[in-house]
């Protein structure tokens, strides 16, 4: 096997290999981005998939589906939002043998497919709030150069809309999905920081973005999800009204909520290591694997102790692979820890005789698990592991961001940065041209350090409105 | 409430205002055929498709997804099948603002996307078998009247594609594939016969195909899915070849497994009647609904024993729905009958005082559920209902079908046929214009029944070769 390029100084090819070699994606479809999702990386998307349906349906949000194929008039109705992204949409102009009156967009982002519906939905205050959510595949003809999870066209995606009764009401469902967010991202080890986009950065249409964005590495930064309010901005051209206690008719105010395969990118870049994948439980096609090791004295106790092992884990739920495979039980440590299977289970001799498997988990920690108690046992070394790799994720969360006080700190960057900004575009640009980077915007949730307040910004030194902003590399 | 057509007089009519009453599907959309997945059908559809995967997966294949956009030239390399779609795929013809050098088509199924990558993922004998399935929208470019999940432009879909060392071993799949179905058919209460398909209605590229089809009323019958041989068809254009023992290259035999939301459909028309759907348990967006029933003289521990025992409930894993919305007792079990949620639990004063409550089956029957063993009388409940409902289908399922002589007995008929065939094609388009529908082709697997065997052929009256054919109107 070859080994992996190195992390810390060639991040991105360390990241297609490794997403390669642990077998998560096949790039190798006829189409430049559109890539095949193989069977241990479909396994863990469905994992992340049930951590966002268990979270967002906790907080009363309800499954949809809509279709995948938008009319060119719906698509058009809301201007910026049109502008946004119509240099990158499939269009869809034939069906069969002959060309459709009403070409057809293959959905970018769903507020067109959804929106001429939710006019017909929504009527009464009391059908308000309305808050539904898909999971599906998005298409964006991308231009850039397309990487695994991070940059792709057709997007697995994860989509929130909501109708509020007015704006308070809205930001209180934004309030609501930042703490949704935060449950998801703890399940998924993922430290982040929830950032207010500034106005040339919010998405095409909304009233305001805010962004969650995570250090991977050096100055870059991943935006692994977003939460943005609309206030009339969609319900005005869609004409979503509901009448009002008193009678009145009123436009909603509306959000959404926004989630993609990034995660799964993320939870790669971030928690990877000179060994490849490192998955957190609740994301790991397998929690468990078991590994026989052969012994000609031993003989036939081993693998049927293994076996029992596997059996008496599989009765309690684990998702958990034994490989009794023909390769050295070294060539399986390295196969399984490249896949970043959070716990291995070793039976050989001793342990068949005692019944008490040796356990390894990915981050080397090593511990016992007796057959006997063997479902509880497992669910504390996957505890045990999972609190160890938050840890180590937000140690390293930590060590990437610093701040900068002047423009040439900014300049070569080797952090994410906090930095002094008033809140002028002007200044904004500066800084984005000083770290070659983006002024991702001002936090919206704190820090999780104190760091004092800035005293001025640091592109035209004033006092004046200043407060902590990050600027990064965005991937 | 408006009464629902008569579903014996008037099948379509009942089948589309079932579906809209009950609110599985919103057929608003601003594009024909285009239909909107509401949350009470995308529940159950949720719960279809576990059963699929639970069953699939017991078999050993693997889930994966392939894009959803397919390269012209891949489409084209196999010459029935693109014949067989051609007139019914949406071409994908421009990208943001400019036109594709290569058109891509909308996966109408996609043995094209995935056979290219199949041939690079298969090298050895030890690759084989190559089992794996994806669950994906497929879109078709309809020209007939659509029906929701009966026939439908976006199209929610079960595809299972597998790779087999020569024509035994894709036998030995399409075997497991029928005992599958068997499993997944039986979760959802729907009897069928498999049927084999005459040669000029196996799908396009197939050796040969076999569809499952269950009686739907009258002589129509609706395909609910197929398994289809295709022997080297495919392999040969896509260069899907693997190194045998011997050193030998060999192509793969290949197989497919095809379902579809069809399902859904043939679950609302089958176990449907006038008071609304029938939800097996499996399948139902809610196993139970509880409805309190108020009592001026009891007051509060009316709602907090109906609390109580959806919490109960609840935790035992059940889909329980409260329902503590203000209508009276009458208009909820109206409202839930519709939705056909198999089990209905009343809550009123004596069953808050003795902790015992009165149960209604969608089919009628009463039991009792008691509070403090909930769980058990609820699966109990459930069990019952469910062995009734399939019961009522076999038996509907034995009424549809009956035996036709003679061919004025196939004209005019109001069952589905069993008549004898001697298997040339000419007799059997003899049959269809007989019947004005369809010779669905031979039992595979039997008949549920014994009729002995046919002396002779309907059309020619030949007895060589001549067995019981199934003759329909496919819906």
């Not at 971030?270 to 694997?289: L, N, Q, R, T």
């Not at 005692?354 to 016992?368: E, N, P, Q, Y």
Request: aromatic share 10%.
């Amino acid at each position: 096997m070859a080994e992996l390029p190195d992390r810390r100084t060639a991040f991105i090819d360390w990241y297609l290999a490794v997403i390669e070699a642990a077998e998560l994606s096949d790039k190798r479809y006829g189409v430049k981005g559109l890539n095949v999702w193989t069977p241990y990386g479909f396994r863990a998307r469905r994992n992340l998939d049930t951590i966002l349906i268990r979270e967002i349906e906790a907080t009363g949000s309800q499954p949809v589906e809509f279709p995948a194929l938008i009319p060119a008039n719906e698509f058009a109705k809301e201007k910026e939002h049109i502008k946004g992204f119509d240099a990158e949409v499939y269009w869809v102009t034939r069906g069969g043998l002959t060309e459709l009156d009403v070409p057809l967009v293959l959905r970018p982002t769903s507020e067109t497919a959804i929106y001429p519906v939710f006019a017909l939905w929504v009527r009464s205050h009391k059908d308000l709030p309305l808050n539904v959510y898909q999971i599906v595949n998005v298409f964006r003809y991308e231009t850039k150069t397309t990487r695994p999870f991070f940059r792709i066209r057709e997007i697995h995606f994860f989509e929130e809309h909501t109708c509020q009764t007015d704006e308070a009401a809205a930001t209180t469902r934004v309030r609501s999905n930042l703490e949704a967010f935060r449950r998801m991202a703890r399940a998924m080890g993922l430290p982040y920081l929830s950032i207010r986009r500034p106005d040339w950065d919010k998405f095409p249409g909304a009233f305001y973005s805010i962004g969650f964005d995570t250090p991977v590495g050096g100055a870059r930064t991943l935006q692994i999800g977003s939460v943005h309010h609309y206030r009339e901005n969609f319900s005005g051209p869609y004409g979503i009204r509901y009448e009002a206690p008193d009678g009145s008719q009123r436009l909603v105010h509306q959000t959404t909520f926004g989630l993609s395969e990034r995660l799964l990118g993320a939870i790669v870049a971030v928690h990877g290591d000179a060994k490849g994948v490192v998955f957190p439980p609740a994301v790991a096609p397998y929690e468990v694997v078991i590994v026989p090791i052969p012994h000609a004295a031993a003989g036939k106790p081993i693998p049927e102790a293994a076996r029992e092992l596997a059996e008496r884990l599989r009765v309690a739920g684990r998702r958990v692979r034994l490989d009794d495979g023909e390769e050295r039980p070294g060539a399986k440590y390295y196969h399984w820890e490249l896949r970043g299977v959070p716990l291995r289970l070793e039976v050989g001799r001793r342990e068949a005789e005692s019944r008490i498997a040796t356990s390894v988990d990915r981050l080397g920690t090593k511990g016992r698990v007796a057959f006997d108690s063997a479902a509880v046992d497992v669910a504390a070394r996957l505890a045990e592991f999972e609190r160890a790799l938050l840890e180590r994720a937000e140690a390293a969360f930590r060590d990437s961001i610093s701040i900068a006080r002047t423009l040439d700190e900014l300049a070569g960057s080797d952090h994410v940065r906090l930095t002094g900004w008033c809140g002028r575009e002007e200044c904004g640009h500066r800084i984005e041209t000083a770290i070659n980077g983006a002024l991702l915007g001002f936090p919206e949730e704190g820090l999780p350090w104190n760091v004092g307040e800035p005293t001025q910004c640091v592109a035209c030194g004033s006092a004046e409105g200043t407060r902590w902003a990050v600027a990064s590399r965005p991937l």
